[in-house]
């Protein structure tokens, strides 16, 4: 199982998946490279695998992203080593990525994949989450409202919506998902006890 999660800015995206990820240890999240620089409070490896743009570029030349997009001023892309390490180690790889780069992972992996689309309550209440941060000027948060309004056209595409209106509560409903997908029987495709052929 592959975990994507997407969801506007403001969503609160970031919030949602620290608390999923402390409630269930299979889970982990799956550390992108960017050209970023690395904000303050941010650990090199933790939020982000932080790089120049010539690595970048070199890894775009080796194929090593799964998907990469340029978001806002810079550029963002999953490891495919990454993933295959963890799925290798028995985890769950959570994947925070942008709706562009969500497009590429639903193109290419199949019923392995638990899309997520993540909406805010209301257009109201991003706009107070974008304007309560304080960290942003009125022309930042008027983009980001319309990149929203662009970006939940995407919506469709995902299998899961799921309202971030209460953290708690949004958190359950995502690991009720995950519960469901693990009984999926086109998955686990071998039934647990075996039937007597009566043909
Ligand atoms: P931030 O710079 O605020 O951490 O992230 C900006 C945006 O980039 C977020 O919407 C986040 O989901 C997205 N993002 C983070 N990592 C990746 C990635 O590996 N690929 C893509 N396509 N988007 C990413």
Same mark, same amino acid.
């Given at each position: 199982m592959i975990v994507l999660i997407t969801g506007p800015s403001g969503a609160g995206k970031s919030s949602f998946i620290a608390e999923l990820m402390v409630a269930d240890p299979r889970l982990a999240f799956s550390v992108s490279t960017t050209t970023r620089p690395m904000r303050s409070g941010e650990a090199e490896g933790r939020e982000y695998d932080f790089v120049d743009e010539a690595t970048f570029d070199r890894l775009i030349a080796e194929s090593a992203f799964v998907e990469w997009a340029q978001v806002h001023d810079n550029r963002y892309g999953t490891r495919r080593s990454l993933l295959e390490e963890m799925v290798a180690a028995g985890k769950i790889p959570v994947l925070d990525i942008d709706v562009q780069g969500g497009v590429q992972v639903l193109d290419q992996f199949g019923p392995e994949l638990v899309s997520v689309f993540l909406f805010p309550p209301s257009w109201e209440e991003l706009d107070r989450r974008l304007t309560s $941060? /304080?960290?942003?000027d009125t022309e930042v948060i008027a983009t980001r409202l319309r990149n929203a309004r662009r970006e939940? /056209? %995407?919506?469709? $595409? %995902? $299998?899961y919506w799921i309202v971030n209106d209460d953290l708690a509560a949004a958190v359950a409903r995502m690991r009720a998902v995950i519960t469901a997908e693990e009984c999926r029987a086109d998955i686990l495709d071998t039934p647990p006890l075996e039937s007597d052929d009566l043909g």
């Amino acid at each position: 199982m592959i975990v994507l999660i997407t969801g506007p800015s403001g969503a609160g995206k970031s919030s949602f998946i620290a608390e999923l990820m402390v409630a269930d240890p299979r889970l982990a999240f799956s550390v992108s490279t960017t050209t970023r620089p690395m904000r303050s409070g941010e650990a090199e490896g933790r939020e982000y695998d932080f790089v120049d743009e010539a690595t970048f570029d070199r890894l775009i030349a080796e194929s090593a992203f799964v998907e990469w997009a340029q978001v806002h001023d810079n550029r963002y892309g999953t490891r495919r080593s990454l993933l295959e390490e963890m799925v290798a180690a028995g985890k769950i790889p959570v994947l925070d990525i942008d709706v562009q780069g969500g497009v590429q992972v639903l193109d290419q992996f199949g019923p392995e994949l638990v899309s997520v689309f993540l909406f805010p309550p209301s257009w109201e209440e991003l706009d107070r989450r974008l304007t309560s $941060r /304080g960290t942003d000027d009125t022309e930042v948060i008027a983009t980001r409202l319309r990149n929203a309004r662009r970006e939940v /056209g %995407y919506a469709p $595409r %995902y $299998r899961y919506w799921i309202v971030n209106d209460d953290l708690a509560a949004a958190v359950a409903r995502m690991r009720a998902v995950i519960t469901a997908e693990e009984c999926r029987a086109d998955i686990l495709d071998t039934p647990p006890l075996e039937s007597d052929d009566l043909g």
